[in-house]
């Protein structure tokens, strides 16, 4: 299929969800993940109308920012290695893995006086142990110690829902990110506003929106997955 038919389908589930909880569709920005595709099937996702992009190795990344350039808006969605960071800055200016110090430490000191980089704190809601992500304990410590490196901006929380037949199953933790969201953004700090909820991939992207995410990641459901 297209990729205009597939962005149909999934703007026709996303009114639905929509519909269900009372939003407005236009809380919801698609970001198209290309990771498992080429640069002509990115290039159709630009002419398709979707402005946000996704990548999760470095490699990939920088090749398709070059390929495609600052026509559209580019999340970084993988786990990021500190030695990496200055390259990837270049072109990636929304990070949705911030999970460690050493990485805030890093974007800090690659950063040009001024410069900020929007990032999604990861969180690993599950548990599960292959995912990354910090505690929600842990959660109000790292916001504190984010203070220090005034180039990252945490404009909200990311997670990655555990893999499911029923995607029904995934939905406290996406709720549980929310409350976490609306927790951290009632607290108006000046360094994390935290607005932002990414969540929901191809599998469970419907039960996220329910639940209230802004940025959903969709790679196999919208460009395909080969
Ligand atoms: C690959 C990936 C996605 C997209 O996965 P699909 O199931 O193909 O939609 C979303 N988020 C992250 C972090 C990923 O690595």
Redesign the pocket.
């Known amino acids: 299929m297209s990729v205009s038919e597939q962005l149909e389908a999934v703007k026709e589930q996303i009114r639905a969800a929509c519909f269900k909880s009372g939003r407005s569709e236009k809380e919801v920005t698609i970001?198209a993940?290309t990771?498992?595709v080429s640069i002509e099937r990115a290039r159709e996702a630009v002419e398709a109308g979707i402005e946000d992009f996704?990548e999760?190795r470095l490699e990939g990344a920088l090749e398709k920012y070059e390929a495609l350039g600052n026509q559209v808006n580019w999340h970084f969605?993988?786990s990021l290695q500190s030695r990496k960071v200055k390259e990837l800055l270049h072109a990636y200016r929304i990070i949705?893995?911030l999970d460690r110090k050493s990485l805030a430490k890093e974007i800090q000191k690659r950063s040009e006086e001024g410069q900020t980089t929007d990032c999604f704190i990861q969180l690993n809601v599950s548990g599960e142990e292959s995912k990354a992500g910090i505690a929600a304990d842990e959660l109000a410590g790292f916001l504190d110690m984010l203070k220090a490196y005034p180039a990252v901006r945490v404009i909200g929380l990311?997670t990655?829902a555990p893999y499911t037949d029923d995607p029904e199953e995934v939905r406290p933790y996406f709720r549980k990110l929310r409350e976490l969201r609306d927790e951290t953004a009632a607290k108006h700090l000046p360094h994390a506003p935290c607005t932002e909820l990414s969540m929901g991939?191809?599998?469970d992207?419907h039960i996220a929106v329910e639940e209230g995410a802004t940025y959903i990641?969709?790679?196999?459901?919208?460009v395909g997955?080969e």
């Open positions: 970001i993940v990771k498992y996704g999760n969605i993988g949705h893995s990311m990655m991939m191809s599998n992207y990641r969709l790679g196999s459901s919208l997955s």
